[in-house]
């Protein structure tokens, strides 16, 4: 598959560059870069990939699928213009600010008869993928509650304005991990702290209660702004805890220089000294770290373009996330339990 990649700012070359490369069956056929130090950055990360000044330019060169990694603003047209150009489409998170503009988007792709996908690349996060053969195991029993709480000492990456706040950022993520493990959410209590910047006031922390239809709650929580910088994730259910403290290991690991594509075998595994707690009345168990990889995100939307397979994270599942953070900030502000529309 000849795919495309729009924008290459520390998205497009930390997330999707690294792990497009080291897909099997995918190949990067262009960037779509504009300003001089960023395709000075494309020809030295990529040589020899073309690079085009935009999405119209690159769709007439030829390619199969793109991946839009522009500003959110920019990224409903952009989508729609791949669409009508019949390629298939990844779309960064968030692909939309409300569901009702991610099901625009739906049924776009739907009525073009093309896969869209939405880049919840941390459903394959180590520790994640470790949490839920947990759960699956049944070694906790009857799952009561799980916390995922992602901090972030970050403050120069809050992004302000209309379509900005860590809940449509990070928050897209954790939302999307905990209905990934525990189903669809029924409704929402939320807590955010709003802060002004420049271009405008937005939400630089929040944590939300997400009541899921299969009974369990789940409390997400992040932070960029307040000097943490700590991953954890606990689960409590009828028969014992499990607990983790984990590193962001794939994120970290490309900022370090290295890329998946050098060796896959050893990518993506947090290090033993962080493997988690199972706690249970047999006693106290060590679980080691399953492996992460964003890799397997392209591998499974190539096949799924291929008509081989379902899409990873479709549209459908980005609109049902969107449905929950509407929700989550309208908890927010009227400070009241809301019911997720569906």
Not at 100 to 111: P, S, Y
Request: hydrophobic fraction near 45%.
């Amino acid at each position: 598959m000849r795919l495309g990649l729009v924008g290459y700012g520390n998205g497009g070359r930390l997330f999707h560059a690294p792990f497009i490369e080291a897909a099997q069956g995918v190949e990067i056929a262009g960037i779509v870069a504009r300003a001089p130090r960023t395709r000075e950055a494309v020809a030295a990360d990529l040589p020899g990939v073309p690079i085009h000044g935009s999405l119209t330019e690159l769709l007439a060169a030829g390619v199969d699928a793109v991946t839009i990694t522009t500003p959110p603003a920019t990224r409903r047209e952009l989508v729609l213009e791949a669409l009508a150009a019949g390629v298939h489409v990844v779309a960064d998170k968030p692909f939309a600010p409300t569901a009702a503009a991610g099901q625009e988007l739906a049924d776009a792709a739907q009525e073009a008869g093309r896969v869209l996908s939405v880049f919840h690349n941390r459903r394959f996060d180590a520790d994640l993928l470790t949490l839920r053969g947990v759960l699956g195991s049944g070694r906790l029993g009857e799952i009561w509650r799980v916390h995922s709480r992602f901090d972030l000492d970050q403050p120069e990456q809050l992004e302000a304005g209309p379509d900005g706040g860590l809940l449509r950022d990070l928050g897209t993520h954790l939302v999307d991990q905990m209905m990934w493990l525990l189903g669809p959410v029924s409704s929402v209590h939320a807590q955010w702290d709003e802060v002004e910047l420049p271009a405008g006031r937005t939400d630089a922390a929040f944590v939300l209660t997400l009541r899921h239809d299969s009974g369990v709650t789940s409390y997400v929580s992040s932070t960029k702004l307040n000097h943490l910088h700590e991953r954890t994730l606990r689960a409590y259910g009828s028969a014992g805890s499990y607990v983790v403290t984990s590193a962001d290991v794939q994120a970290e690991a490309v900022a370090a220089g290295r890329h998946p594509a050098e060796g896959r075998a050893g990518w993506g595994f947090d290090d033993p000294s962080r493997a988690g707690l199972l706690r249970t009345a047999a006693g106290e168990e060590r679980v080691p770290s399953v492996q992460g990889d964003y890799t397997a995100f392209y591998e499974q939307f190539a096949r799924a373009c291929a008509g081989l397979g379902p899409a990873p994270s479709p549209a459908e599942e980005g609109v049902a996330v969107l449905a929950v953070l509407d929700a989550a900030r309208e908890s927010a502000v009227s400070g009241q339990v809301v019911s997720v529309l569906r």
